[in-house]
């Protein structure tokens, strides 16, 4: 009673104090407001410039699945990367990772297939931190229809969609519909599609290539990307997901016959004709060394 009712001396007391607590609040809020880091201004630029976002982590610890064995593998879990392309005739975006709303939820309530999906942030603020609005996008390229590559890909149906038919029937056929992650990527059945076949220069003058790298889907694709300063990088997608694969010729059993072997040496005469690098976005080595978003490849 006595700590509760202290009379009007207690409230007198206590008052000074409060008013104290309540501008010192204030004062942090301006003091952090002031000290927060704008958005940059939407990228304009002369030549091809290339951002690599984080879009995500996946736990995994089955390598056997690829054909490997765990004491060849480095590290067993695999990066999600998402990129953005800045040409200056246009904006191109390649895969959309895991979806957006699984940042902050914990790892238990996200396991898919055996892999476990962490996220620490998403991929329409990290594009907002350079400026770019879904609307801003002029294409969309998926390198593939599985869940990991398209978490955010209806946001972007304003865009027109770069697509194989093989993946595109796959993803809008009655089964696909039932798939617990449809929602997810639905409203590109309505968007401005230009379906492709064989290899596909974006913007007409070689920088910017989608490569046709069937196998792991029948639509899979890749992307060829020219950097003034970087030189010559692939976008892989799904056609490695470990380098150990690469290295040591490996692959899941179930695409030794559907074109990925075929793919793979497309892509590694590539490299070799135009003296390019390869990007393995899964590989978690790749992942922890790539420069991310602000930063980027020139």
């Given at each position: 009673?006595?700590?509760?009712?202290?009379?009007?001396?207690?409230?007198?007391?206590?008052?000074?104090?409060?008013?104290?607590?309540?501008l010192?609040a204030?004062?942090?809020l301006?003091?952090?407001?002031?000290?927060?880091?704008?958005?940059?201004?939407?990228?304009?630029v002369t030549?091809?410039?290339?951002y690599?976002?984080?879009?995500?982590?996946?736990v995994?610890n089955?390598?056997?699945?690829?054909?490997?064995?765990?004491?060849?593998?480095r590290?067993?879990?695999m990066?999600?990367?998402?990129?953005?392309?800045?040409?200056?005739?246009?904006?191109?975006?390649y895969?959309?990772?895991?979806?957006d709303?699984?940042?902050?939820?914990p790892?238990y309530e996200?396991v898919?297939?055996g892999?476990g999906?962490?996220?620490?942030n998403t991929?329409?603020?990290q594009?907002?931190?350079?400026?770019?609005?879904?609307a801003?996008?002029?294409?969309?390229?998926?390198?593939?229809?599985?869940?990991d590559?398209?978490?955010?890909?209806?946001?972007?149906?304003?865009?027109?969609?770069?697509?194989?038919?093989?993946d595109?029937d796959?993803?809008?056929?009655?089964a696909a519909?039932?798939?617990p992650w449809?929602?997810?990527y639905?409203?590109?059945e309505?968007?401005k599609?230009?379906?492709?076949?064989?290899?596909y220069?974006?913007?007409?003058?070689?920088t910017v290539?989608?490569l046709?790298?069937?196998g792991?889907?029948?639509?899979?694709c890749?992307?060829?990307?020219r950097?003034?300063?970087?030189?010559p990088?692939v976008?892989?997608?799904?056609l490695?997901h470990?380098?150990?694969e690469?290295?040591?010729?490996?692959?899941?059993?179930?695409?030794?016959?559907t074109?990925t072997?075929?793919s793979?040496l497309?892509?590694?005469?590539?490299?070799r004709r135009?003296?390019?690098?390869?990007?393995?976005?899964?590989?978690?080595?790749?992942?922890?060394?790539?420069?991310k978003s602000?930063?980027?490849?020139?």
């Amino acid at each position: 009673m006595g700590c509760l009712g202290g009379g009007k001396a207690g409230a007198r007391a206590v008052r000074p104090v409060g008013k104290a607590m309540a501008l010192a609040a204030l004062l942090l809020l301006t003091i952090s407001g002031a000290a927060l880091p704008k958005p940059s201004p939407a990228p304009k630029v002369t030549s091809v410039r290339l951002y690599v976002f984080d879009c995500g982590t996946l736990v995994y610890n089955r390598p056997e699945d690829y054909n490997l064995k765990r004491e060849e593998v480095r590290d067993t879990n695999m990066g999600v990367t998402c990129y953005l392309v800045v040409h200056p005739k246009g904006v191109l975006l390649y895969d959309t990772g895991l979806n957006d709303r699984l940042v902050g939820r914990p790892l238990y309530e996200n396991v898919l297939d055996g892999y476990g999906q962490i996220k620490f942030n998403t991929l329409s603020g990290q594009l907002a931190d350079i400026g770019v609005t879904p609307a801003r996008i002029d294409y969309l390229v998926l390198s593939h229809y599985h869940w990991d590559h398209v978490g955010n890909a209806g946001k972007f149906a304003s865009s027109t969609w770069l697509v194989y038919k093989g993946d595109r029937d796959q993803m809008f056929s009655n089964a696909a519909r039932a798939y617990p992650w449809f929602n997810q990527y639905a409203a590109l059945e309505h968007s401005k599609t230009q379906l492709l076949s064989g290899d596909y220069d974006v913007f007409g003058d070689g920088t910017v290539v989608v490569l046709a790298t069937p196998g792991h889907t029948e639509g899979h694709c890749s992307l060829l990307v020219r950097l003034r300063n970087t030189g010559p990088v692939v976008l892989s997608g799904d056609l490695y997901h470990y380098a150990e694969e690469r290295d040591l010729n490996r692959m899941p059993d179930e695409e030794k016959t559907t074109g990925t072997a075929e793919s793979r040496l497309k892509i590694e005469e590539l490299l070799r004709r135009v003296k390019g690098q390869l990007w393995i976005g899964h590989s978690m080595e790749f992942f922890r060394t790539v420069r991310k978003s602000p930063a980027w490849y020139d």
